[in-house]
């Protein structure tokens, strides 16, 4: 049986521009990306901690150390800049594989550089 695990994450991003004109997707900075294990083009959901939208969409590459983070068509409508959000990516894998799988988690500052990375994720707010 396959089961759907949490692949990467992307944890409490600030969200840089809004295009609602521009053909649908998320771009991200290719930095996070690449810390996230994230492949451009690939499904990602992205959970608006501000103000509690969810979305599917995928990942676009924008250019390395910008921090940005950009919600185009659609998308555009369920976020302003300077929204948190959190973008996470699944993967379908067996219940033997995901007994040994470890998600990458990518953790940002203000201008959504990486600060942390892990593979674990605290089981309440005062493990962290």
Known sequence: MQITILKSKIH???????????EGSCAIDSRLLEAAQILEFEQIHVYNVTNGERLVTYA????PGTGTISLNGA???????????????????SESEARDFHPELVYVNEQNQVIRTGSRISSTVSDR
């Open 12 to 22: 409490r991003a600030r969200v840089t521009e809004v295009h609602p004109d521009y």
């Open 60 to 63: 676009i590459a924008a250019r």
């Open 75 to 93: 998308a555009a409508h369920k976020a302003h800049a300077e929204d948190i959000v959190i973008i996470a990516a699944y993967a379908g894998v």
